[in-house]
């Protein structure tokens, strides 16, 4: 079976999608200024973006792990998971506290995601 990566950088790849599934490595916002809500849905827009290249969408996705730098920023994040989230395909979902390798970073996601049937 073939292996695809998608978005390949120095120590890692964006997506890698082998046997139908579409594997995500963490997510981080491009502005790390932003607060945790606002961090949550840039990263879900990379999201979005990764899945799309990849063949499939958001309604695929089958599991989500999320990391809070700090538990607190809960709320916010749920906000910007809430106003994206397709509410009929809900993937299983874990949030853990975490300390995230840049203290500016609030949020940090992982799924992955089944492509569309051909």
Do not use: C
Not at 53 to 69: E, H, P, W, Y
């Amino acid at each position: 079976m073939t292996i695809t990566r998608l978005d390949p950088e120095e120590r890692l790849t964006g997506a890698v999608i082998y046997n139908g599934l579409v594997h995500l490595a963490g997510q981080v916002a491009d502005d790390a200024t932003l607060d945790a809500e606002g961090q949550m849905a840039d990263i879900l827009r990379q999201v979005d973006a990764l899945l799309a290249k990849a063949g499939t969408d958001k309604n695929r996705l089958l599991s989500v792990q999320i990391f809070l730098a700090d538990m607190s920023d809960m709320a916010g994040m749920n906000r910007a998971w809430d106003a994206w989230l397709d509410r009929d395909n809900k993937p299983a979902r874990a949030t853990v506290e975490a300390k995230l390798a840049n203290p500016d970073w609030r949020v940090e996601l992982t799924g992955i995601a089944a492509l569309h049937q051909s």
